[in-house]
């Protein structure tokens, strides 16, 4: 099963002013989305699983302060996968699991057909 993984960074919270800086990162709220390239659901549509938080961006230090209109979507993916303490590849093998669980239920619900 090959996926397409998107992040997305919806709101960064910052701190108006914090030792002499503007507009400091604070908190970065994110998502990322596995998109299965093969498997499908009853409706056709690709199975999709997704993962959220939020992150704290780290303690301000004013030697390696980037500007808030300098941030970078990949500044905001190096603070989530620290603040979770994995690599891409270990949070987008979570995802694939996750999918192949959708796609091959390791336990499905079922009735007898009599009752």
């Given at each position: 099963?090959?996926?397409?993984?998107?992040?997305?960074?919806?709101?960064?919270?910052?701190?108006?002013?914090?030792?002499?800086?503007?507009d400091?990162?604070?908190?970065?709220?994110?998502?990322?989305?596995?998109?299965?390239?093969?498997?499908?659901?009853?409706?056709?549509?690709?199975?999709?699983?997704?993962?959220?938080?939020?992150?704290a961006?780290?303690?301000?230090?004013?030697?390696?302060?980037?500007?808030?209109?300098?941030?970078?979507?990949?500044?905001?993916?190096?603070?989530?996968?620290?603040?979770?303490?994995?690599?891409?590849?270990?949070?987008?093998?979570?995802?694939?699991?996750?999918?192949?669980?959708?796609?091959?239920?390791?336990?499905?619900?079922?009735?007898?057909?009599?009752?």
């Amino acid at each position: 099963m090959t996926n397409t993984y998107t992040w997305d960074f919806p709101q960064i919270d910052t701190a108006p002013s914090e030792n002499g800086l503007t507009d400091v990162a604070k908190t970065v709220h994110w998502r990322v989305t596995a998109v299965s390239d093969s498997e499908t659901n009853a409706e056709g549509q690709a199975l999709s699983v997704s993962a959220y938080g939020t992150a704290a961006a780290g303690e301000v230090d004013a030697d390696t302060f980037v500007a808030f209109d300098s941030l970078t979507k990949d500044w905001c993916k190096a603070r989530v996968l620290a603040g979770l303490e994995k690599t891409e590849a270990e949070l987008q093998e979570m995802l694939d699991e996750q999918m192949d669980a959708i796609a091959n239920p390791p336990v499905v619900g079922k009735v007898p057909a009599g009752w």
